[in-house]
């Protein structure tokens, strides 16, 4: 069974960093990728980095430049480095799972439907 655990919120000021970290367990082989997500109150849930199967990433245009995602693959763990952080990148951050992620495959990398496996979500508070 996939299990999903973030880790890493917390609040901080405007123009600080923190960092959010999931370990995904259940997975026994590498065929799979992972994403951030992000929700705040009253609004939809958007995609903000990801892995694709060939280690490239993708960042939602609002987070290019700011957030950093990386992982580690040895220990099934992936990371979001958060810098610059504004108000409005307040809100619970998700990690997801795709299974069976093959390069080559024609996915959106950002959409939430795409990923079967989500974690409980940390939550990220940004005061100005």
């Known amino acids: 069974q996939i299990q999903l655990v973030e880790t890493g919120g917390g609040s901080v000021q405007s123009g600080g960093s923190l960092t959010v970290s999931c370990v995904a367990s259940?997975?026994?082989?590498?065929?799979?990728?992972m994403g951030w997500f992000r929700q705040a109150p009253g609004k939809e849930r958007e995609g903000v980095a990801a892995?694709?199967?060939?280690?490239?990433?993708i960042y939602a245009r609002s987070v290019k430049g700011r957030f950093s995602i990386s992982r580690d693959s040895a220990k099934s763990t992936l990371s979001l480095r958060m810098r610059n952080l504004d108000p409005e990148d307040s809100g619970m951050y998700y990690c997801?799972?795709?299974?069976?992620?093959?390069?080559?495959?024609?996915?959106?990398?950002?959409?939430?439907?795409?990923?079967?496996?989500w974690g409980q979500g940390t939550q990220v508070t940004v005061s100005s």
């Open positions: 997801a799972l795709r299974r069976w992620c093959f390069d080559g495959d024609r996915w959106n990398q950002l959409g939430d439907y795409e990923y079967a496996y």
């Open positions: 259940g997975v026994t082989d590498n065929k799979y990728c």
């Open positions: 892995f694709d199967s060939d280690g490239s990433t």
